[in-house]
Structures are given as structure tokens and as C-alpha cells.
């Protein structure tokens, strides 16, 4: 599935439908530029997973948790690690075993983790507001 979304707005609610369609146990594969919408995207993701909470970007966490939904949802950012090495020795596999969703930004760098049920988003800037989202593995 393409879409081109005109804002912030229209990203964080193409994020929510596709949070309304996911089930425990999702990995959700995000790829993108800097500043090209993923944490937004996210922020829409953990509003169709039931989720209150103020989501913000992981990147000096590596990951933050967000419980109080259907699902829990887990935000990694690997744009700091080195390869999969490093995302294991943190507990990823801890991580997918817990139920969740785990929405990971930068997933070109942890390529080996994903395996052929990961839901694929790339997001691409196209100018200041508009972006092209492509969803892969996923029905909306």
C-alpha cells in the first residue's frame, strides 16, 4: 500500500490505522530519513494500540516502552548500534516474547532481526509537509 500524506496530522493517522490492524507479537520495520516522519508515524501507532501516553523519539534510549493499551508497544531507534549483535544484546528477543508491538526506527541497521512477518513502513519526505508512506505485510 502507497499513500501520500499533506501533514503531520494525516501521517500520525495512517499510523493509527495501521496500530488498530496489528496483533500481539507485531514488529513493525520503519525506514527513512531524518526528520522524514517515523516518530510521528509512531505517535499515530500507539494511538491505535490504546495508548495515552506522549510518545517521543527513543533515540538517546535506544528504546522506550509504552504500556496502558490493548498491546504494549516498545519504540526502538537503532540509528546509534552497530548491527544486530548489540540490538540482541539488549534484550530483543526479551522484547518479542513480551506481546507487544515493537515499532523499530533505523531498521536498516539491525537487517538479520526482522524476520518474513515484519510489517515494512518506509516514509519518505517529499517536501515540508507531504510524505510517501509505504506499507508492506500489512492490511489496512
Same mark, same amino acid.
Request: aromatic letters at 10%; a negative charge; proline letters at 2%.
Given at each position: 500500500?502507497?499513500?501520500?500524506?499533506?501533514?503531520?496530522?494525516?501521517?500520525?493517522?495512517?499510523?493509527?490505522?495501521?496500530?488498530?490492524?496489528?496483533?500481539?507479537?507485531?514488529?513493525?520495520?520503519?525506514?527513512?530519513?531524518?526528520?522524514?516522519?517515523? @516518530?510521528?508515524?509512531?505517535?499515530?501507532?500507539?494511538?491505535?494500540?490504546?495508548?495515552?501516553?506522549?510518545?517521543?523519539?527513543? @533515540?538517546? @534510549?535506544?528504546?522506550?516502552?509504552?504500556?496502558?493499551?490493548?498491546?504494549?508497544?516498545?519504540?526502538?531507534?537503532?540509528?546509534?548500534?552497530?548491527?544486530?549483535?548489540?540490538?540482541?544484546?539488549?534484550?530483543?528477543?526479551?522484547?518479542?516474547?513480551?506481546?507487544?508491538?515493537?515499532?523499530?526506527?533505523?531498521?536498516?541497521?539491525?537487517?538479520?532481526?526482522?524476520?518474513?512477518? @515484519?510489517?515494512?513502513?518506509?516514509?519518505?519526505?517529499?517536501?515540508?509537509?507531504?510524505?510517501?508512506?509505504?506499507?508492506?505485510?500489512?492490511?489496512?
Amino acid at each position: 500500500m502507497e499513500q501520500i500524506t499533506g501533514s503531520e496530522f494525516e501521517t500520525e493517522a495512517l499510523g493509527e490505522r495501521l496500530g488498530r490492524a496489528l496483533g500481539a507479537g507485531a514488529v513493525v520495520a520503519y525506514t527513512g530519513d531524518l526528520g522524514a516522519g517515523k @516518530t510521528a508515524f509512531t505517535r499515530g501507532l500507539a494511538r491505535g494500540l490504546g495508548i495515552a501516553e506522549r510518545v517521543t523519539s527513543p @533515540t538517546f @534510549t535506544i528504546v522506550n516502552e509504552y504500556e496502558g493499551g490493548r498491546l504494549p508497544l516498545f519504540h526502538f531507534d537503532m540509528y546509534r548500534l552497530g548491527g544486530e549483535d548489540e540490538l540482541f544484546d539488549i534484550g530483543w528477543e526479551d522484547y518479542l516474547a513480551r506481546g507487544g508491538v515493537c515499532a523499530v526506527e533505523w531498521s536498516e541497521n539491525v537487517p538479520g532481526a526482522f524476520d518474513g512477518d @515484519t510489517v515494512r513502513v518506509d516514509i519518505q519526505r517529499l517536501d515540508e509537509n507531504r510524505r510517501r508512506i509505504i506499507i508492506e505485510g500489512a492490511k489496512l
